[in-house]
Nanobody, 125 residues
Framework: QVQLEESGGGLVQAGGSLRLSCTAPGFNLDYYAITWLRQAPGKEREGVSCISSMNGRIYYADSVKGRFTVSRDNAKNTAYLQMNSLKPEDAAVYYC??????????????????WGQGTQVTVSS
């Protein structure tokens, strides 16, 4: 069973930055689109960003455009989510996931093949 692993979450003051990482030990992420999602208590899951593998396309939720940057380093088998100018409403558990397709189909799909366990992001006001 493939397990993605997120890291980099933590507590940060509003206006601060965090960089999340997503890797998959024993599984090559190079060929697949990676989606970052988040879920806050009592709220629905939200697609935050998606980075394709083959066509280079990147997507962001309107709520994070201009503040978050998604990237990937295939040599390290890792995807990143750089989060700047964090707001209290960004606080959530952040997950990375893949549906093992090469290109993003959207920001939030009904199902994903593989997920991570999530990393908590807390933003103090």
């Amino acid at each position: 069973q493939v397990q993605l692993e997120e890291s980099g979450g933590g507590l940060v003051q509003a206006g601060g930055s965090l960089r999340l990482s997503c890797t998959a030990p024993g599984f090559n992420l190079d060929y697949y689109a990676i989606t970052w999602l988040r879920q806050a208590p009592g709220k629905e899951r939200e697609g935050v960003s998606c980075i394709s593998s083959m066509n280079g396309r990147i997507y962001y939720a309107d709520s994070v455009k201009g503040r978050f940057t998604v990237s990937r380093d295939n040599a390290k088998n890792t995807a990143y989510l750089q989060m700047n100018s964090l707001k209290p409403e960004d606080a959530a558990v952040y997950y990375c996931a893949t549906d093992t397709l090469s290109n993003c189909r959207g920001l939030l799909m009904p199902t994903y093949d593989f997920w991570g366990q999530g990393t908590q992001v807390t933003v103090s006001s």
